[in-house]
């Protein structure tokens, strides 16, 4: 087995396009909220259509179909909107623009800003106020600004990206999920859940910004709690509290979804074939047009 070296710790999509490849990495392999120390080993998908290399590792990303974003009026993809925590509101077609300059200035690859939204009434302490949605180059780009319109977090997906459970943490507040998810709330350390907006099958919850890059001892507690219900109710999905939880889930083995590639192994020994191992789901968002 070879392992790699620690991997870099969490970071949000800017200020460059190398930090956002960094932070997809880090969201990919441990998708709760950052990295530990451990050193790991991670196995390319077989099957990618395109290759990120980071730090010398060969990252694999599934391709993207060029779809666009729904409008407000019609109702997300990935399942119907939960009433959330603040009312939203469409940015204008001049909003969009602007802070979609803001979004993908730094890139040099040509997006589409598809949509974008702010909260009406956020709590006061609430990280991202306002979001805005770019597509470009096979990658779904989302960034969040606050209230002096500073960008703050962000998050990015590809169509069939492999995700470990229900719902993929990716930033403050936000991430990706499946269709089966109609509801996602998002619990602050020592704070009360927010609710988020479940919107083109990413999710933004208006929680305060706290730090993301956490280590210590197994009790110690991370910055956010993200929990997944059903259409009936049913908690389907519950990310780690603590790093001890957050260890054990890197230690264990995932595959793709058919159980023919791995996914991403931890440092046990002898790995089990990847058949053997836990399957992952594939990211089916699919942000349509306006």
Known sequence: ??????????????????????????????????????????VPLAAAAAVVLIAGVAIAVPALRSDKAPSQSQPPVS????????????????????????????????REIVDGFRYTDPPADAAATTWVLAQGAGLW??????????????????LGQPMYGAVQPGGMGVGIYLKSVTRITVTPLRGEAVEAVLRNGFYFAPVRKLQMNVEGPAATPLPYVTRGYDAHGKLVYTSAATVGERTKKEAKCYSDPLGKSYVWSGTSEPTPAPKDCIRTKAWDGRPGSR
Do not use: Y
């Open 79 to 110: 399942g119907s909107v939960t009433a959330p925590s603040s009312p939203i509101e469409r940015l204008s077609e001049a909003e969009l623009a602007a802070f979609g300059k803001k979004c993908t200035e730094h890139d040099s690859i040509a």
């Open 1 to 42: 087995m070879n392992n790699l070296p620690t991997l870099p710790p969490e970071r949000d999509l800017r200020p460059a396009t190398r930090e956002r490849q960094r932070a997809e990495l880090t969201a990919i392999v441990e998708h709760e909220a950052a990295t530990s120390s451990h050193s790991r080993r991670l």
């Open 141 to 158: 780009i989302n960034c969040g600004f606050d209230r002096n319109g500073k960008w703050v977090t962000g998050t990015d997906a590809n």
